[in-house]
């Protein structure tokens, strides 16, 4: 019996190498199979990333075209800062504004100044105007002050008729107008806010 055992190991060892070899290309298969797949997901991860690379590198770009915006932009504060005034006079803007009605012959002028207000590159002083005249004459009012040099700007403008009787083709009203005069702001720096927001 022992004979034919070893007579026939030929078989048994072929037969083990077969299982081996067989159980071997297994793994190799599934060992292939995992690695194949990281492959799949580093792909899809790489493609993921390349992606947001090239945003990234869009909106670095859009963001060094707005720097430079933002900076012709501050050129052009800085040159509007140099043609307001460096200060507000009650006297020089009551003055040109009792003249303008003058020469408009609006009757019945009172004037009376407002409170300053900062408003970043420059601050805003607000002038309550009221008078009486015709709707022609507040027109003729209006023209000459924006031929004005100095920058005035009308906020709002009330007209009321008036209730009294009459004469004349031209209906007289009531007018409340509130105008706002500017001066530039020495401490502010369009730059310096520039950086502030760079920096962030």
Do not use: C
């Amino acid at each position: 019996m022992l004979t034919g055992i070893l007579k026939n190991i030929h078989i048994f060892i072929i037969g083990w190498t077969i299982y081996a070899v067989y159980e071997s290309y297994i793994a190799h298969v599934a060992d292939f199979e995992k690695r194949k797949s990281d492959i799949s997901g580093r792909k899809i991860i790489l493609k993921k990333m390349q992606k947001e690379r090239e945003q990234l590198n869009s909106y670095f770009a859009d963001v060094e075209v707005a720097k430079k915006r933002i900076v012709v932009v501050a050129s052009e504060i800085q040159k509007l800062q140099q043609q307001l005034p460096a200060k507000i006079s009650d006297t020089e803007n009551l003055d040109l504004l009792a003249r303008t009605a003058k020469a408009t012959n609006i009757k019945d002028v009172y004037l009376s100044p407002g409170k300053e207000e900062l408003r970043g590159f420059y601050f805003a002083k607000k002038y309550t105007y009221k008078a009486t005249a015709t709707y022609l004459q507040f027109l003729i009012f209006f023209e000459k002050l924006a031929a004005e040099e100095r920058i005035l700007n009308v906020n709002s403008v009330k007209l009321v008729k008036k209730d009294d009787k009459q004469r004349g083709r031209f209906r007289v009203i009531d007018g409340v107008i509130e105008i706002e005069a500017y001066r530039y702001n020495a401490n502010y720096k369009e730059n310096s806010q520039l950086l502030k927001t760079e920096k962030k």
